[in-house]
């Protein structure tokens, strides 16, 4: 970042000394204003709960415009990336800043792909969750567990140890989502199997079992695919300023992305898929499209509470990019299944129509966001709904990963310690308790 030409001229009407802040400038986007020094300089913090005008870093990693509804992964729109690139090299633009080479491509790939399996031990956490544990509550302990069987190489500050961390977790967690699946199912865990794609290896693991051979559809192997890469990463979101947070005081890798999973887990965050596709069967099972007016008026009741799952963010005031991409690899997939009446997807592109015709979302700049269509591709795949937001959380990895490790490696990060407005009792005297 650099100096912009402009500075900050903080003043107070109370007649207190004014001061200027310096404004730094990135590549693309809104210029920043830094107040590291205002504490010093007034006594005062500044105030920004669920940080609306906040940038709590400098990142070079993905860059998102809410007002054009556009995406970039180091500079690469999603669009491009999502239609001619792989979740393999989008992992290794991601962490490394650029697209592989084939050679490099093979490297990196064959390098996942050997630390795909989990210790024989991990498959004993499972035993304590009941079968019916949701997949979110499984993953956020098991990513934890990880970092048991990985002392020699847990140092965050090591850059080697940062390295193979990070291929572990990508290796490793599509080997636990299908484990939490298998385990809820009652099914044997299937081991990956080194000859398959990432994706067809997950759904091989997935739904396979030891009793036949198990064919991977190219068509639902390169949708799953592009699932992930729309997935992989996000700017400051929930989840990924909770992996930096937690990763800031030096705690290991496996731990802070194990923060991220638990941050994902929430409807207003990743957990929108699983709470879209349960919003659509309920509309359905109100009596579909027929009864959508009927919803809507519910959402638009604000003492109901009832919110438009997969609609809104707070970065996209236009659509977003990835809904889009999402409800394209719906057709295809829905398509290729003999499903293109999916009472379901018919339902969702119903309410699209209805939600950005209606005075309520256009004033609120409310368009479908990556969570929309997302749960009606992965239905259709056959994956049930309580596990989509732990295939979020799995294609999420190397986003959380790649911010981190950026975190670590930036010589100005510091441990992350906000302060706050305080509006609680001063200090008073504890009287004993036969007289409170
Ligand atoms: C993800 O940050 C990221 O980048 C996240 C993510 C990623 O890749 O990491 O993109 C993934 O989390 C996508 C978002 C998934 N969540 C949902 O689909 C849940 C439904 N959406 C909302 O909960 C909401 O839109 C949020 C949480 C996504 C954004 O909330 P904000 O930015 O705090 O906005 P807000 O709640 O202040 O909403 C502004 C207005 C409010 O109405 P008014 O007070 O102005 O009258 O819009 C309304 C809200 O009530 N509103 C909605 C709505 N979302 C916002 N009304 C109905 N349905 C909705 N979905």
Redesign the pocket.
């Known amino acids: 970042m650099k100096l912009a030409d402009n500075k900050a001229t903080l003043s107070f009407s109370n007649g207190s000394a004014s001061i200027d802040l310096p404004v730094y400038r990135g590549t693309v986007g809104p210029d920043v204003i830094d107040i590291r020094k205002l504490y010093a300089q007034t006594g005062m913090f500044t105030y920004d709960p669920?940080f609306l005008s906040t940038a709590a870093c400098q990142s070079a990693i993905t860059y998102?415009d809410g007002d054009k509804g556009e995406l970039l992964y180091r500079g690469y729109p999603i669009e491009q990336l999502a239609t001619t690139c792989d979740f393999m090299e989008t992992c290794h633009l991601l962490l490394y800043g650029r697209l592989p080479d084939i050679a490099a491509k093979a490297e990196f790939t064959q390098r996942v792909t050997y630390h795909t399996m989990v210790n024989e031990q991990m498959q004993f956490f499972l035993r304590g969750f009941r079968r019916d544990a949701h997949p979110m509550a499984i993953m956020t302990g098991l990513v934890g567990a990880l970092s048991a069987f990985y002392h020699d190489s847990t140092d965050i500050h090591n850059p080697e140890h940062r390295d193979i961390s990070a291929l572990r977790l990508i290796a490793k967690m599509p080997t636990l989502v299908a484990m939490a699946y298998k385990y809820s199912a009652g099914q044997p865990f299937m081991y990956p199997k080194n000859s398959l794609s990432y994706a067809g290896n997950f759904l091989h693991m997935m739904f396979a079992t030891p009793c036949e051979d198990y064919v991977v559809n190219p068509v639902i192997e390169r949708a799953l695919d592009r699932i992930f890469v729309l997935?992989a990463d996000?700017?400051q979101?929930?989840?990924?300023s909770t992996v930096r947070l937690c990763g800031s005081s030096g705690t290991n890798p496996f731990a802070a992305i194990a923060a991220g999973v638990a941050c994902l887990w929430g409807?207003?965050?990743?957990g929108?898929n699983e709470?879209?596709l349960n919003m659509l069967e309920d509309i359905q099972a109100m009596g579909g499209i027929a009864k959508v007016g009927q919803f809507m008026e519910q959402?638009k009741d604000?003492n109901s509470g009832v919110?438009?799952?997969?609609?809104?963010?707070?970065?996209y005031k236009n659509y977003?990019p990835r809904a889009k991409l999402m409800q394209e690899t719906c057709k295809e997939v829905l398509a290729s299944l003999g499903l293109e009446n999916d009472p379901l997807f018919k339902l969702a592109m119903a309410l699209e129509k209805i939600a950005l015709e209606d005075d309520?979302f256009v004033q609120?700049k409310?368009y479908p966001?990556?969570?929309?269509y997302s749960g009606i591709v992965q239905r259709a795949i056959g994956i049930p709904v309580s596990l989509f937001t732990a295939i979020f959380a799995l294609a999420?990895t190397v986003g959380w990963i790649a911010q981190l490790n950026e975190m670590i490696g930036d010589p100005e990060y510091k441990i992350g310690r906000p302060r706050q407005l305080f509006s609680g009792s001063t200090r008073r005297d504890v009287l004993p308790i036969a007289q409170r």
């Open positions: 669920g998102i997935h996000h700017e979101n929930a989840s990924t409807p207003a965050h990743g929108a709470a879209c959402v604000k919110k438009l799952m997969g609609f809104g963010h707070r970065v977003d309520y609120r409310l966001n990556v969570d929309f999420r």
